[in-house]
């Protein structure tokens, strides 16, 4: 298979492309099998045809939502900031603040919010944290940092209204 190479006994995946500039760079992937190698190769592919950019990219999430919240705080109140700091802070950093911005995949942040609802968070908290995660999503998309949403295909939990005591 063209792409496939063997090192210390280990299958992995090589792409040679260039990027925007005419450079030419590697994309090493570690892989189990050739089937599988074929399958990583192809997904490696597909998205050097919508774009390099994600593979550029070499921030964690952690690094990019700072980035992000400099950019953002001239265009939200001070109170919305706040709210913003606080809920990536408490939820969205210590699980997936390491994980590279590249690599983060709508199963992540499903995984996630998974996590927030077992913990018993309301589902308007659940909800207010996704949001704010998908919307710092969308402006990487955006500034051509990822090639795609991952926050946009997730599933959130119903959320609840009460009824009033009159």
């Given at each position: 298979m063209r792409g496939l190479v063997e090192r210390d006994g280990k299958l992995y995946v090589r792409k040679v492309y260039r990027d925007n500039a005419g450079k030419k760079k590697q994309i090493w992937r570690k892989v189990d099998s050739k089937s599988d190698g074929k399958h990583v190769l192809r997904e490696i592919e597909n998205e050097l045809a919508r774009?390099?950019?994600?593979?550029?990219?070499?921030?964690?999430?952690?690094?990019?939502?700072?980035?992000w919240l400099r950019t953002s705080k001239q265009n939200v109140c001070e109170r919305t900031y706040e709210d913003y700091v606080g809920l990536l802070k408490l939820y969205v950093r210590p699980a997936l603040g390491t994980k590279k911005l590249a690599n983060l995949h709508p199963l992540d942040i499903q995984e996630l919010?998974?996590?927030?609802?077992?913990?018993?968070?309301?589902?308007r908290t659940v909800r207010y944290t996704h949001a704010i995660l998908q919307r710092a999503l969308k402006?990487?998309?955006?500034?051509?940092?990822?090639?795609?949403?991952?926050?946009?295909?997730?599933?959130?939990?119903?959320?609840?209204?009460?009824?009033?005591?009159?």
């Open positions: 774009g390099t950019e994600s593979f550029e990219n070499r921030d964690t999430l952690a690094e990019y939502l700072d980035q919010v998974n996590g927030m609802v077992a913990r018993g968070l309301s589902p402006r990487a998309v955006k500034w051509k940092m990822l090639v795609s949403n991952p926050a946009s295909d997730v599933e959130l939990p119903k959320s609840v209204r009460r009824e009033l005591n009159v």
